[in-house]
């Protein structure tokens, strides 16, 4: 009889038990608030937000919700692993995910990248969980910021689109001092892109199973709607590297070939990429970069040597676009690294452009990102490779074309927007970050569509530092998420409370503080375009998906000109520059007076006439149309040709005869054309 009281209290003290040392349950437990994990670790990090975070389309079926476009979720896996201490999430809880990096302790005396970035000695408290004295920071760019809560909180806030750039440095990696493994980009990138559908795991398994949780890796963009409808985020993988695919360049020698590129974009897409740059930081085989500035450009620089063997070298820009100018800042920790007897050349102050631009193999991948759907990163690349890829998909109609963080030169905008492209600009300070919005927005009210931002987080740039408690309109906690739906108070991890207008951008869980004080300092409409930003980019991305490559109507056609240069190795007839490759072309006699003719075989409607110009191009000529070969009417005239790949865009018309009449040269040579292109539309 005395049995029953005996296991109704041992019961208890396992529940008890149970409770302490389990995983704890959500703040609000009711099943019904599905954005609350059944089960969360014991220790972990606060939110900070309350309320259900929002569903569905408005009222028009468009998705809502801020897009971070440019984020490096898994970084302090790359460089060698030590460069970027902690880690998003672990296993083994927040005490092992969130502490510092071996060689930090005990005071941050051998932190070596912490002083190069941050100035100083380097010397810091190490400790993270629980008490966060001195990381994360704002400036402290050696620091983990992506934990998985932090994002948590960004997307309880309204984001709903993060691409996570699988990101890394071979040449950053050789150089450093403290590395545990393999400098290979490619073996860095499989393994980020694993541990991304890893978090993904580790946060299905708090909501009840796969599938379940807010953190959802897409490869689509259908997939990545239905995500976003469903009120959770939808994560898109990229790629930032400097030798993608191997395409590096060693003395201005290719170090890759065409099956190197299919094989690697084959292997990217597979993990499930589908964005990413051709170039960063260093020329590579596929396209120049565009520099950096001071004494950061000149440390790179140095890089760019131990990489390929060559300074960066620069020429006067061609058009008004320029890339960044490299400075004359001294940087002698990187310039020791040099050879005896090497130093970093000048510059000239008028010669702002990289003379590398898309090269050859370059292009072959832009069309091989094209014919998989991909979308192309723009920035870090030179304005000359910018110019060139923009030729390609403007001759193609092709709208993937991403500008994730402020890296390509503004210039740039209103063809980005042209062709269906998305913008985000990186996470300046609030008021900084409003201007810029604000000059460009009568061109997103042109073209309809949303803006966004790229935080860059685990990425070395440094971030918004605080505007100060004594700012005369602070943040002013807790505010109420731009949908209304939410509630967003300051955030505390451990011991430690961060407050936007005292600590700046620390880390990711401050992206809804920072939007609001944007609010505050550069208005509603600026939120605005931003809060449309998901819509904008799936828009990019489906277009991207949904693209295809138009028949060219002038393949093999027959082809007549006015003249033809005549060579004893090779020939330049005609029909070379219809014969479906680059690696031929036709050329004229040498005077501006000169015509090209082609018979497309029966009347067809005609849109569009691509050239692609070897170095003798044409300044002056016009594209003319004919139904019978004898009665023409001008579809299309330029007097301002600069080369390259030259689009001309046109309603349709019926012709059967296309003739392109040359009035000027822009050389002192003919005029001569690799391929010409015929579309209908």
């Not at 990163?377 to 092709?398: N, P, Q």
């Not at 809060?531 to 028949?551: I, K, Q």
Request: contains cysteine.
């Amino acid at each position: 009889m005395h049995r029953r009281p005996y296991v109704a209290v041992v019961s208890l003290l396992l529940l008890v038990l149970a409770m302490a040392l389990g995983p704890a349950p959500s703040s609000a437990a009711e099943a019904d608030d599905w954005w609350n994990p059944a089960a969360r670790p014991a220790q972990d990090s606060r939110i900070g937000v309350t309320g259900e975070p929002f569903k569905g389309t408005d009222s028009r079926g468009r998705v809502r919700g801020f897009v971070d476009a440019h984020d490096h979720i898994f970084s302090n896996e790359a460089f060698g692993g030590r460069l970027l201490c902690g880690k998003p999430f672990s296993e083994a809880g927040i005490a092992d995910a969130l502490k510092d990096c071996p060689e930090h302790y005990p005071d941050g005396s051998l932190a070596v990248f912490d002083f190069i970035t941050k100035g100083g000695d380097g010397r810091h408290d190490p400790v993270g969980w629980p008490t966060f004295k001195d990381w994360p920071a704002h400036d402290s760019l050696t620091h983990q910021q992506n934990y998985y809560a932090w994002i948590e909180r960004a997307w309880r806030g309204g984001q709903r689109v993060l691409v996570n750039d699988l990101v890394t440095n071979g040449v950053i990696c050789s150089v450093y001092f403290f590395k545990d493994r393999s400098c290979d980009e490619m073996t860095s990138i499989r393994l980020q892109a694993r541990l991304t559908y890893d978090l993904q795991a580790y946060v299905d398994r708090m909501y009840g199973g796969t599938g379940k949780g807010w953190f959802r890796v897409v490869t689509d963009s259908a997939q990545a709607r239905q995500v976003i409808e469903q009120g959770k985020l939808a994560v898109v993988l990229g790629v930032e590297t400097s030798e993608p695919f191997g395409c590096k360049m060693i003395l201005d020698i290719a170090q890759c070939s065409r099956e190197d590129i299919d094989k690697g974009l084959d292997e990217l897409y597979a993990l499930g990429v589908r964005s990413m740059f051709l170039c960063h930081k260093f020329d590579n085989a596929l396209c120049g970069v565009r520099f950096d500035e001071g004494a950061l450009g000149t440390a790179i620089n140095v890089g760019q040597f131990l990489s390929t063997g060559t300074f960066w070298r620069t020429e006067k820009c061609a058009g008004p676009q320029a890339d960044n100018p490299i400075g004359l800042a001294a940087a002698p920790s990187a310039e020791q690294k040099l050879p005896e007897g090497v130093a970093v050349p000048s510059y000239a102050s008028d010669a702002r452009c990289n003379v590398r631009g898309l090269t050859d193999l370059g292009e072959y991948a832009v069309r091989g990102m094209m014919k998989r759907k991909m979308m192309l990163e723009i920035d870090h690349m030179s304005v000359k490779a910018t110019g060139r890829a923009l030729d390609i998909f403007e001759s193609e109609s092709y709208p993937g074309v991403i500008s994730s963080h402020s890296w390509m030169d503004l210039g740039w905008t209103e063809r980005v927007y042209a062709l269906g492209g998305f913008i985000a600009q990186y996470m300046h300070g609030s008021e900084g970050f409003g201007a810029e919005a604000r000059r460009t927005e009568a061109l997103r009210d042109k073209y309809g569509v949303g803006y966004g931002y790229g935080t860059d987080m685990n990425g070395v740039g440094g971030w918004p530092g605080p505007r100060g408690a004594n700012t005369p309109n602070p943040v002013q906690y807790p505010f109420r998420s731009v949908d209304g739906a939410s509630v967003i108070d300051r955030q505390t991890t451990g011991e430690r409370t961060w407050d936007l207008n005292t600590d700046g951008a620390a880390h990711y869980g401050l992206v809804p503080d920072w939007i609001e004080d944007i609010r505050l300092t550069g208005g509603q409409d600026v939120v605005d375009d931003l809060f449309r930003g998901a819509e904008s980019y799936l828009g990019t991305w489906g277009a991207a998906e949904g693209h295809r490559a138009s028949v060219n109507l002038a393949k093999e056609a027959p082809a007549t000109a006015s003249s033809t240069e005549w060579s004893l190795f090779t020939s330049y007839a005609p029909g070379r520059s219809v014969d479906g490759t680059r690696d031929t072309r036709w050329a004229s006699g040498w005077s501006d007076d000169q015509w090209l003719r082609l018979d497309l075989g029966a009347t067809q409607r005609v849109g569009r006439v691509t050239l692609d110009w070897e170095r003798a191009y044409g300044r002056s000529y016009r594209v003319d149309l004919s139904t019978d070969g004898v009665n023409w009417r001008t579809a299309w005239s330029t007097t301002t040709g600069d080369g390259g790949l030259d689009t001309a865009d046109f309603a349709g018309t019926p012709a059967r005869h296309v003739r392109l009449q040359f009035l000027g040269r822009g050389t002192n040579w003919g005029y001569s054309l690799h391929e010409v292109t015929v579309h209908s539309d």
